[in-house]
Every structure is written in C-alpha cells, then in structure tokens.
C-alpha cells in the first residue's frame, strides 16, 4: 500500500517538473513565498541584501565589495538599472566599464549571492533625472511616469531590453541564475496617490507588463500600497516595523533601510549611528521581517556627471556599512556583520513561525519565536531612549541598553545586543601622499554675442533644451548700447543688473571680466544675481555663463522643471529709467571652448598654449588646470584633497572623476549625537563650517604608473598648487 502510494507521488512529482521544464528551458529551482519567508530552491529564508549601485565603482573594485558584501554576512545584492548610462541616445546601448551589468550580475552569481534587480526603470537615486535619458524628454507628446502612451512604449522597450539580455545570459533564477526577484517603477505610490486615475491606469499597466515578461522571480514594487497582485509592495525608509504588505500571503520586505543618507553641496554630511540602524532591523524582523536590504551597503561616487541636481554632491558614502572607497566603515560594517550572524542563528525559528509577544515591564517587550521542529528564538526589547532596563525572561535577567534589543537564538543565550558594540573594525584613514611636479593652465575667456560660433535668437532659452544636458554649462550673451549722454557716465553710479534665474548657478562678466556669482540654495535652486555693472559708452557686451549641476531625479514631473536664465533680465538707473533686456537678441554657445577642445585628454590638451611658472593663472575664473603625475607606487585608495579650489570638474587620463564644489561651505546644526531615539537626516551631522566635500576619489583602475594627466577645469577661481594626493587606508 505505502509503497504504490509514493510510487503515485513519484510520478507526479515528475509530472510536475516536466510541466515546469515545459515552461522555462532549464529548470533547476523556483522562487516563491508566503507570508514568512522566501522559499528558495525549497529552503525557507529570511533574506539579507544589501545595495550596491555597478556604476558607483569601477568593475576593478567590484570583486572586492561583493566579497566584502557576502563576509558582512549578506545573501543578495539589490542594484538599480540605470537607463540613461544603458541608453545614452536611442537605440544606441552602453553596456561597457561601469555600465557592464551582465559582468556585476555574474560576479554577484561567483560569489554565491543572489540579486534583486530594479529595473525600474525610474530610479530616482539621488541620479541625474532619476535615470531617465535626457532625450525621452523630448520624444513629443511624452509625460513621464503616467498614462502616456509614449513613455510607456519606451518604457517597455528598455524593460524588455534589460530582461531579455538577462534571459540570455542565463540569470535569473529558474535558469539557474542569481536574479530571485525584479523591481518595476519606483516609489510610486505617492505620485499615484497624488494623480489619481492616470496614475492606478499606469500602475495596472506597469504589473501586467511586467508580469507578461515572464521572468519566473517575483516582482517587487516598492513604496506602493496600491501594488497590484501579484507585485508585492514593500516599504523603505528609516523604521518599517510597523508595515504590511497589502495582502496577508505577502512577505514583509524592507527594500530600502537608509544606513544614512547623501551628501549635498552646502550642506553638512549625514551619518547614522550603527546602534539605531541595528535596532530598527531587529526591530523588523521580530515583526516578521522577510527580506531586509541596505540602501546603501556601498554608495560610491557619481562619477562624471552623473549626480541629481539639487546639489548632491559628488560622495555617495551615504554612512554605508563600506565607504565610498569600498573599506569597511567602522564600526558600523562590524556590528551589521554580527548582527546577521545572530539573525542567521535565528533562522530555522523565524522563517516558520510568528512570534508569541509579551510585555513583561514598561517599554520592555518580549517576541518569542517557536517552531514545530523545536526551534526558538528571542528578541528582548527596550524601547526607553534615555533609560537602560533589566528585562527578566524566563526567570533569566538580562541587561539591555536604551533603545536596544537584545537577540536570544536558543532563547537563553543573549549573542547581540543592537547597542553593545563588540566587534574591533579598524577605521580607515587619510594619508597625505608627496606628490611634486608643477601646474599649467589655460584660460577660458567669456564669449561675446558677436563672436562667429554662437547661435543668435530672439528671447531667452530653457537651457537644457538648448544643451541637452551635453555640458553642465551654458552661455548666455547679449548686448547693451550706452548712449553717451548717459546720466550715470558722468555721476559714476553705475546701473544696477537684474537677471533671474531657474538654476542652478551663474557667473556675471562685462565686457569680459567677471562682475558676480550667484548660486541657487538647498530648498530652492532658483537665483537672481543683482548687481551694479560698470557700463560703458558704446557697445557692452554682457556674457551669462549659466551652470546646471544635474537634473532633478525626482518630484511631480520633474521633467518639466526648468533650468537656465528665464529671465526677467533689466537695467536700472538709465536716462530712460530700467530697460528690459528679456525680449532682445539673445545668443546662445553651448558648453565651454575647453569642452569642445577635449582639454580633458592628453592629444586635446596638447591643442592649446597651457601657461606655467609665475605666470599660472591664480584665483582666476574660468582656468583649465593640467598636469602630469607620477605614482611612486599606486596605492589602493587614492583621493585628491581639493580643499583650496572652488568649483567644477576633474578628469584622470580622460575620466571625469566628478564635479568638485568645495567652495560651497556646509551650513546646518552639527554637534553631539545620541544614537538613542529616533533618527532622521538632520540628526547626526558634521562637517558644518567646511566644505561639504574635501576629498575626491580617482579610481585605482585609472591610474597607470607614470604620465597620467590631471586636468581641473575651476569656474570660481581656486590655488591648484595646493590641490594634493592622499591615500585612504586602513
Ligand atoms: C506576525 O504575523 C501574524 C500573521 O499575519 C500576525 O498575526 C502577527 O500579529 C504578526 N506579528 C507581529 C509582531 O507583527
Ligand atoms: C525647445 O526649444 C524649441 C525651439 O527650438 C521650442 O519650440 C520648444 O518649445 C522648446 N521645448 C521645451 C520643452 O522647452
């Protein structure tokens, strides 16, 4: 009897693996889970992830960090996919160096990760424009992110691109790949919220196409409580202990736990007290907590230009469990790393049971996890900021520090308390490295509207539909005819210029020389400059050199939001009282001379008369700096201080390694921080009073052992002499 039975068994189960070989073409495991847990292969988990964005390092520190990512006890690795480096113009794709998915994907997969792919493919990220491509925004009839007919076909055309390149290659999960789950749109629910109809049109649209690709992992739509089935929406921020999916046979996942936050220029630099981001994940998952991932586990550097606007700075540390520079940052990357291995004891209890919870004291609180093998794991809580507590637990005491949980994986032995520190990580350093040799520069002059390689037209232009986004920079010229008899040439009281602005920076120059700077503020990139101008009798030539430092990645539809001098632009204190230049001839020149003469490179900079010795220009606008460094030895970590230069970009051998703004001074309120208590962006900060960035990271793989050409371009005005080479280490 028993044995024909499993003989029956035996041959469904074949059946069974047959109709699964039927759809996908090799079938070597599924995904799929309850409420609990992810089932994987058959085994019940509870998953640890955390984010590292490919394009944020160099496929030369890939290995490392992944390495790093899996000792820190992680079992997945979450990235966006970022349409705008994939997709630079239609049709034609990048998928090499920082962009190379395919090789990050399979480096993950060696290690023994798993992955969760945003596809997105918005995917806000503190990213220029949130990841679109700047030319989508010029398809016509296009509004982003909602019933649009246009940015859904070019939507699914990317997301299709991304999922069948990852069929190909064999990566997802049923195929014997590391890809157990996918991500479509981003946060989206806010805007849903905010549109209405178009938005839950879009939304439907969105899951349905998504599901239709047919990947065999689940997928994810994050920060949407609207998900239709059988997307599962998560939660992302600073605490979700209190979030549920929006159907009960939903794990409860953690998409996004902020280990800190990003930079921006002006402002101070954000950390996160590792105690308080270990008790919000303990937190979650005696809560029945499934899936957790770290937004940031490594930030990195926007590179080039490839940071949001709003000022986010060049760092993308983020306070993550590894730096910017991809070494341990300690003691946080420490204390995670034995908070998973306490959570990991768990396991077999929390992936099989809910908790029996009980309130033995005041703001103590007890989950107790038991399963049906005999399995039990504890989670004693003090939810005091200010007070530590003694919680007794099955006649046991047990001392727990404010806002503290204690983990208990055999339900006697207390192995982690979130706020007992015990791991010894070495923090990293910086290290001044001597490096001689001498500075060149070139200076770049302002453009005047007559000269022959500007466009004339009447009024004033939205910059990035004139640059699309090909330079940060872009001229605006004008001129101005003063009569002679002009009242002020005679009294010495000069006319005073008005020019508004949409952002986000702008340099003044008259007749060449450089009147004033204004640039737009944290809450508001919007600038006017006002400023008495010394005018002449005769022709004036009035030059705007107005400067985008990236595009919004997010806001309702961002995308139309504008940037460059809009005007109104006015004189005032003439004979004939303010005069309007808003609606004069206009001329435009796109990008800067040393842009188009590729002074960046060595065969471009060699184009160009470069001045040295006493004659170097200092403190001057608009100066290209180079030279040639030798590496006595090239160290791992290499950074260049930039505390004396102002503001713009660097480039090693070619490579833009990001703009620099030290100029921009940090302003906000540092000072002490008590990891008890909760936590929010501006509660732990410092840097006020400097820079907000200092330190500039050229990637190891950049550099070669002699002749490599660092080139500066500095719009404010800065002493490259003292621009030098320092080396981070442990
Ligand atoms: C865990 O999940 C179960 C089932 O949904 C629920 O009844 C219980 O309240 C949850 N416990 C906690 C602490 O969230
Ligand atoms: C861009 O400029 C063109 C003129 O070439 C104008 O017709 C168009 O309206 C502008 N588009 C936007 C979005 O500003």
Request: net charge positive; charged share 20%.
């Amino acid at each position: 009897m028993l044995s024909s039975v499993w003989k029956m068994l035996r041959t469904n189960i074949l059946v069974l693996m047959v109709l699964f070989t039927l759809g996908f073409s090799l079938v070597r495991a599924t995904v799929s889970y309850d409420d609990k847990a992810f089932i994987i292969n058959g085994k019940r988990r509870i998953l640890i992830s955390g984010s590292i964005h490919y394009p944020r390092s160099t496929p030369q520190m890939w290995p490392d960090l992944i390495h790093k990512a899996k000792d820190g006890g992680l079992d997945v690795i979450q990235t966006y996919v970022f349409w705008n480096g994939h997709e630079p113009s239609p049709g034609k794709y990048n998928f090499e160096g920082r962009f190379d998915l395919v090789k990050f994907i399979k480096l993950v997969q060696q290690a023994g990760l798993y992955v969760h792919l945003r596809i997105g493919p918005y995917v806000c990220a503190e990213w220029n424009f949130g990841g679109f491509p700047v030319w989508l925004k010029y398809v016509p009839g296009i509004e982003f992110r909602t019933d649009n007919q246009p940015f859904m076909v070019a939507m699914q055309r990317f997301v299709e691109k991304i999922v069948n390149m990852m069929k190909a290659e064999n990566l997802f999960e049923p195929q014997g790949g590391p890809i157990i789950m996918s991500q479509i749109e981003n946060e989206y629910g806010p805007v849903e919220w905010e549109i209405g109809s178009p938005g839950k049109a879009y939304t439907a649209w969105a899951a349905k196409m998504a599901v239709g690709l047919d990947t065999g992992v689940p997928w994810i739509m994050c920060k949407h409580e609207a998900a239709p089935d059988p997307m599962i929406d998560t939660c992302n921020g600073f605490y979700c202990q209190g979030f549920t999916p929006n159907k009960p046979y939903k794990p409860k996942m953690w998409t996004e736990v902020w280990t800190g936050w990003y930079t921006q220029f002006g402002g101070p630099i954000p950390h996160r007290p590792v105690e308080d981001l270990a008790f919000s994940v303990a937190r979650f998952v005696q809560n029945n907590g499934s899936f957790f991932n770290y937004y940031m586990y490594h930030g990195g550097t926007n590179f080039g230009r490839t940071t949001a606007g709003r000022f986010i700075a060049t760092s993308y540390d983020f306070d993550a469990p590894l730096d910017e520079y991809g070494l341990p940052n300690e003691p946080k990357y420490g204390h995670l790393t034995d908070l998973h291995k306490a959570i990991k004891q768990c396991e077999p209890a929390l992936v099989s049971s809910y908790p029996v919870v009980t309130w033995p004291g005041k703001n103590q609180e007890v989950h107790v996890f038991k399963s049906k093998s005999g399995a039990c794991a504890a989670f004693l809580s003090n939810y005091d900021p200010t007070f530590s507590t003694k919680l007794t637990f099955q006649n046991m005491p047990y001392d727990l520090p404010p806002w503290s949980i204690s983990i208990l994986p055999d339900c006697k032995t207390e192995v982690y308390n979130t706020a007992k520190i015990r791991s010894k990580g070495v923090r990293a350093k910086m290290i001044p490295v001597s490096s001689g040799l001498y500075w060149q520069s070139y200076n770049e002059n302002a453009p005047s509207a007559d000269d022959t390689d500007t466009l004339a037209m009447q009024d004033l232009w939205e910059q990035v539909n004139v640059t699309r986004d090909s330079s940060d920079y872009l001229w605006y010229l004008t001129q101005v005819n003063i009569a002679s008899d002009e009242g002020f040439l005679k009294t010495g009281k000069w006319p005073l210029l008005t020019v508004m602005s949409a952002g986000h920076a702008l340099h003044v120059f008259i007749n060449g020389q450089l009147s004033g700077t204004v640039y737009g503020g944290l809450d508001n990139p919007k600038l006017t400059y006002t400023g008495y101008v010394n005018l002449r009798a005769g022709v004036n030539k009035i030059s705007l050199l107005s400067v985008a430092v990236g595009l919004p990645n997010v806001g309702l539809h961002y995308e139309t939001w504008n940037a460059g001098v809009l005007g109104p632009v006015f004189l005032k204190g003439l004979n004939e009282g303010t005069r309007d230049l808003t609606k004069q001839s206009w001329s435009y020149k796109d990008g800067l001379k040393g842009e188009s003469l590729n002074l960046n490179t060595a065969t471009g900079s060699s184009s160009v008369e470069w001045i040295e010795g006493s004659l170097l220009a200092q403190k001057q606008p608009l100066t290209w700096y180079k030279r040639f460094m030798i590496f006595p030895q090239i160290f791992r970590r290499n950074l260049l201080d930039m505390l004396n230069m102002g503001k713009g970009e660097i480039w090693i051998n070619g490579e833009s390694i990001g703009r620099h703004w030290p100029g921009y001074i940090a302003k906000g309120r540092c000072g002490h921080c008590n990891y008890a208590g909760t936590f929010t962006q501006t509660k732990c900060l410092s840097g006020c009073g400097q820079p907000s960035q200092r330190w500039y990271h050229i990637p190891r793989s950049w550099l070669r052992p002699s002749g490599n050409l660092l080139v500066v371009f500095e719009e404010w005005g800065g002493d490259p002499t003292r621009i030098s080479l320092v080396r981070r280490t442990t």
